[in-house]
């Protein structure tokens, strides 16, 4: 159990806007496995770090990954194929925050971006000797419909 878990957050609230991080990949030989395609665990590996940094940008102290969620391949990544990789925080709480990726593979020819990967990873914030320490609050931007108005959502009730 966390020391801190009864106590109020005092860190000024973080939007997710302030945590992304977009990464710029390029498949190399030495990234596929025999059939042309980028490896799944290169993909983590890529996910991890981009997603790290998502949160580290929230918290501004070291993150441990604690666990990848949700991981789905929608379809295989090429020998040559630009992977860009958007990670920002998706949920906050005491100690650990929750990272929501894209992956996605530019299609030169199309001239677009086709989403081929998401994921949920989940870091918790440590100190010095690896104790888990307290992270931001996260504000969700509100959302407007088409005439500007503010629309009501969930998280307006815990606020």
């Not at 709480?93 to 001239?111: A, C, G, P, T, Y």
């Amino acid at each position: 159990m966390l020391k801190f878990a009864n106590e109020p957050r005092t860190m000024q609230a973080k939007t997710p806007k302030d945590s992304i991080a977009i990464s710029t990949e390029i498949v190399l030989p030495n990234d596929t496995n025999t059939l042309g395609n980028l490896m799944g665990g290169r993909l983590l590996h890529w996910m991890d770090i981009t997603a790290a940094i998502a949160a580290h940008r929230h918290c501004s102290r070291v993150v441990v990954t604690a666990s990848v969620n949700n991981v789905a391949f929608s379809q295989p990544i090429k020998l040559g194929d630009i992977v860009t990789l958007q990670a920002k925080i998706s949920r906050s709480f005491n100690s650990s925050m929750e990272v929501f990726i894209d992956v996605w593979v530019e299609d030169n020819l199309r001239n677009k971006k086709i989403k081929c990967n998401e994921a949920i990873y989940t870091f918790v914030a440590v100190d010095q000797l690896g104790n888990p320490i307290q992270v931001p609050a996260l504000t969700p931007k509100p959302r407007r419909n088409n005439s500007g108005m503010k629309v009501p959502c969930a998280a307006d009730n815990y606020r």
